[in-house]
Structure formats: structure tokens, C-alpha cells
């Protein structure tokens, strides 16, 4: 079982910057591919950012593409989004996800192919 917890949202002014941190507890997050999504209220919760353990591949969104980052440190079980150029169509609760890794997740991967998820994390971006 892998328990995630993510941390770092709040309010921010456009073109401002965040950075969402994700932790497991009690583990590594070797092995595992890692993800992020967000979610708004009434709408299906959608793919930001990923990153595979193998060969360390990294996927976007197409609408945080060059503005958003994804990284990973296995030593401290954490993974992070680093949010720039933040626009208020950013505004969402962002969760953290992650699915022991078997080289399938790529491209934009759905919610469905992850098995483990954080509680989520409200990020605000004011105009």
C-alpha cells in the first residue's frame, strides 16, 4: 500500500509560482510511475504532468506545457510540481498519483491507470 500526501497549494496571484510537493509514507517511491492531475468542481479530473521510473521520462499536458515541471526524489519519497507563469484556468484541486511501474503509463494517462492517490491539494490562481 502506498499512502501519498501532497502539500504546497494555495492562493497565488497570476503569473505567480508554486510548488506542490507529494509524499509516501512509510516508503520509496522506487518502481513507481508518478503523476499528477486536477480536478474542478463538475468536471472529470484531468492529466497535468507524469513521469515514468523507467528511463525517467516525463509527460505534459499540453495547456502547462514549458510552464510546469515535474521532478523526483527517491531518497526523500517525494515528487513535485513546480507551477510558473500561473493562470487562473489553473485553479483546481491538484492530487497526487502513482501505479507500480510496468512501462505502460505514457503519453497523457488517464486517473484509471493509477492505483494509489493522495488527498489532494487546493491551488487558487487570482486574476
Known amino acids: 500500500q502506498v499512502q501519498l500526501v501532497e502539500s504546497g497549494g494555495g492562493l497565488v496571484q497570476a503569473g505567480g509560482s508554486l510548488r506542490l510537493s507529494c509524499a509516501a509514507s512509510?516508503?520509496?517511491?522506487?518502481?513507481?510511475?508518478m503523476g499528477w492531475f486536477r480536478q474542478t468542481p463538475g468536471k472529470e479530473r484531468e492529466f497535468v504532468a507524469a513521469?515514468?521510473?523507467?528511463?525517467?521520462?516525463?509527460y505534459y499536458a499540453d495547456s502547462v506545457k514549458g510552464r510546469f515541471t515535474i521532478s523526483r526524489d527517491n531518497a526523500k519519497t517525494t515528487v513535485y510540481l513546480q507551477m510558473n507563469s500561473l493562470k487562473p484556468e489553473d485553479t483546481a484541486v491538484y492530487y497526487c498519483?502513482?501505479?507500480?511501474?510496468?512501462?505502460?503509463?505514457?503519453?497523457?494517462?488517464?486517473?484509471?491507470?493509477?492505483?494509489?492517490w493522495g488527498q489532494g491539494t487546493q491551488v487558487t490562481v487570482s486574476s
Open positions: 498519483a502513482a501505479v507500480q511501474s510496468y512501462g505502460t503509463v505514457a503519453g497523457q494517462p488517464k486517473p484509471y491507470e493509477y492505483d494509489y
Open positions: 512509510g516508503r520509496t517511491l522506487r518502481s513507481y510511475d
Open positions: 513521469k515514468s521510473w523507467r528511463g525517467g521520462r516525463t
